[in-house]
């Protein structure tokens, strides 16, 4: 059961920590650009997407390690 409920997990929502590096990742280049120059609208509004984003990432994650320490 425990085995096809981490396969169901991981084909759902996919590997949490790879999204988290990606959208860390995403925001540092775009961060790393305004400072070069102003960011369009576009570019804005994507770095505020993402920073929901990584909000909502970072608390399924502690949610994950949670029930993991529930388990032991």
Do not use: C, Y
Not at 16 to 42: G, H, W, Y
Request: hydrophobic share 30%; glycine share 4%; charged share 30%.
């Amino acid at each position: 059961m425990g085995k096809k409920l981490r396969q169901w997990n991981k084909s759902t929502f996919g590997d949490q920590n790879l999204k988290l590096a990606d959208i860390q990742n995403s925001i540092t280049t775009l961060e790393n650009l305004s400072d070069v120059r102003p960011l369009s609208e576009t570019e804005k509004t994507k770095l505020q997407g993402l920073n929901s984003d990584l909000w909502e990432v970072n608390r399924r994650v502690e949610d994950i390690w949670r029930q993991k320490s529930h388990q032991n």
